[in-house]
């Protein structure tokens, strides 16, 4: 083969190469973010979906992506959403016709009006059947596509505006329909009816820059099974580099930056913790001091899920440290037990009122099943020193912490964040949904004078077999003081010197080691 022969086919390689990249359905090139996997995998056991999340953090990218797939019918094997193994029926829904044209259209079709570029949107250009039917009012702006289906028959999707109102969105069947920014509730209403006959599904991908809006409470106040809701942020879109986010954040007007950056609704006074989260947060702790106090905060999950808190506090600074937090759905006690032991076997567990509850087959509360399974239960309930049980009392505290810079909370524990962005109130009582770590936090606040200065780490301390070195009426290992020592509580020199693997205690958590100071 000569080398002119060889350049040729180089040369043809690399055209067929671009025209696949150009014209292939950038569908072959998505790579989701684990939120955005997150909100694809609800889709098979939730028949409305919200994705809610900042600006440009990759929400239409997401929603185009899955309506791609449902036109097309090409799931990638990685895909846990749900699937149609036959031509489907939707409609792609935005504000205005000239905003759908401009977002929607573009992200599935290419760029509008630009005859060359049809076919360099998610959808592959060999798979539109025929062209584009166009619609009326909007130069450019398509009515219905036709997309082949990999089964072998023609998917049909068309183009909607919310402007168009309700009596627009009737009519017709459908086997989805995709909301790209927030619709109108009646407007909703009406779309997802669209979906009954069929079995069908709704998804929103959305900033909720509209407040508390009627769809917004709809998935965030009023649980049901068969609605779902993933909020992401601009920390979970990794396309923005990590140095740019600050940058982005200010650039925002301060009343809106929480909705554009991390997809908060705006609550107004809603809202119960008002402090920014880069005000609270910290950079998780590499060095642990071993006289640092100690404890857990757990919320049983009864009817909801189980989370667990561990705080570490510097009594000397007043400083409350959350550490680690724990949310775990449709697991059993001794599944807590174990993923709390890997992190502080050694730490008391405060635990709330409703621990006293008994079982009704073994007669034992639930705070004896937990005491079971080797967590270190305190024994009576979380109380405040006067006894009470105050849960605005509780929240007033971490509330002042926060103001004062006496509350910190490790960065990557994003499930805390995650509750702290939505934990608020409606007709002033706090809205107990989606708030099982802010309540375990609670409960270790409230018990902080509990908490004990013990090792970290997945097992407990040797100090507990009552082993001790020859010549010395104190457990060199166990980070005890002789009798009679006047620091205890404090670095002194009878605690040892040593490095102590803590244990990553749940996926997110970076490997976290305790170490002596230099």
Known sequence: ???????????????????????????????????QNEFFELGVGKRERLLIAGNQNGKTHAGGYEAALHLTGEYPDWWRGRRWDRPTKGWIAGETSLAVRDIQQKKLCGEPGVEVAF????????????????????????????VRHKSGGVSIARFKSYEQGRPKFQGESLDWI???????????????????????????????????????IRFLDEPSPDRGVVSMTIDDAKHIPEAERAKIIAGYLPHEREARARGVPMLGEGRIFMMSEEAITEPPLEYV????????GIDFGIGHPFAAALILWDRDNDVIHVHHVLRMRDSLPIQHAFAMKQIGAAIPVAWPQDGTQREKTSGETLAAGYKKHGLLMLATHATWPDGGISTEAGILEMDERM??????????????????RFYHRKDGQIVKLKDDIMSATRIAVMQKRSARAELLGGYVAARQSGVVAAGVDFDLFAGACPPGCVARAAPCAHLPRRTTYLGRGFQEAPPTFLRSPP
């Open 1 to 35: 083969m000569t080398d002119e022969t060889q350049l040729r086919n180089l040369v043809e390689t690399l055209e067929a190469a671009v025209h696949r990249r150009q014209f292939g359905g950038q569908i072959l090139f998505f790579e989701a973010y684990s939120k």
């Open 403 to 420: 103001r004062s810079g006496r509350f910190k909370v490790a960065a990557h524990l994003s499930e805390f964040f995650d509750e702290y």
């Open 289 to 296: 001091p071993m006289h640092w106090v100690k404890l857990w």
């Open 178 to 216: 995709w909301f790209d920014e927030e619709p109108p509730e009646d407007v909703y209403s009406e779309g997802l009816t669209r979906t009954v006959a069929t079995g069908g599904m709704a998804f929103m991908t959305f900033t909720p820059l509209k407040g508390r809006s009627a769809v917004v």
């Open 119 to 146: 076919g360099t949107g998610m959808i592959p250009k060999a798979a539109f059947t025929d062209k584009p039917s166009l619609a009326r009012g909007v130069t450019d702006a398509y009515d219905t596509i036709q």
